[in-house]
């Protein structure tokens, strides 16, 4: 369970697909980093905000059949590794789809979606799933 100062300070790039790019090497990274691993020190307190494409397209998938309880009401479900139109490779559940429809090139793009909540009383946790665009 996330503390709800966790949840807040996540909010930004979880809604927003926020990145961060080296002014360095030109670099871009999701999530967001404070420090370029390729030009480490001269990167340090220089990291710029970068927004990342919310469209792009299916570069893998897997369709899950098996998982843990807290997904239990979503199986069979669709995974997906998303090239964005800006090259970022990004991790989601596709949803709004037949799962005999996903295939690898289809255009998607990210979208804000519930993603699970703390019981009848707690937070409810948002983020970024992908649809077929």
Same mark, same amino acid.
Request: glycine share 10%; net charge positive; aromatic share 10%.
């Given at each position: 369970?996330?503390?709800?100062?966790?949840?807040?300070?996540?909010?930004?790039?979880?809604?927003?697909?926020?990145?961060?790019?080296?002014?360095?090497?030109?670099?871009?990274?999701?999530?967001?980093?404070?420090?370029?691993?390729?030009?480490?020190?001269?990167?340090?307190?220089? !990291?710029?905000?970068?927004? #990342?494409? $919310?469209?792009?397209?299916?570069?893998?998938? *897997?369709? /899950?059949?098996?998982?843990?309880?807290?997904?239990?009401?979503?199986?069979?479900?669709?995974?997906?590794?998303?090239?964005?139109?800006?090259?970022?490779?990004?991790?989601?559940?596709?949803?709004?789809?037949?799962?005999?429809?996903?295939?690898?090139? !289809?255009?998607?793009?990210? #979208?804000? $979606?519930?993603?699970?909540?703390?019981?009848? *009383?707690? /937070?409810?946790?948002?983020?970024?799933?992908?649809?077929?665009?």
């Amino acid at each position: 369970m996330a503390s709800i100062a966790k949840e807040w300070r996540e909010i930004p790039g979880r809604y927003n697909l926020e990145g961060s790019k080296c002014p360095v090497c030109g670099k871009v990274y999701f999530p967001k980093r404070g420090i370029c691993p390729e030009c480490r020190r001269e990167s340090l307190g220089k !990291m710029e905000d970068y927004s #990342v494409s $919310r469209e792009g397209e299916v570069y893998s998938f *897997s369709i /899950v059949h098996e998982a843990p309880a807290f997904t239990s009401k979503l199986k069979p479900y669709a995974v997906v590794m998303v090239r964005t139109t800006d090259g970022i490779m990004i991790s989601g559940q596709l949803v709004d789809v037949n799962l005999e429809d996903v295939r690898i090139g !289809m255009p998607v793009r990210a #979208v804000l $979606r519930r993603i699970s909540d703390d019981g009848p *009383s707690g /937070v409810i946790h948002y983020g970024y799933k992908f649809v077929p665009n």
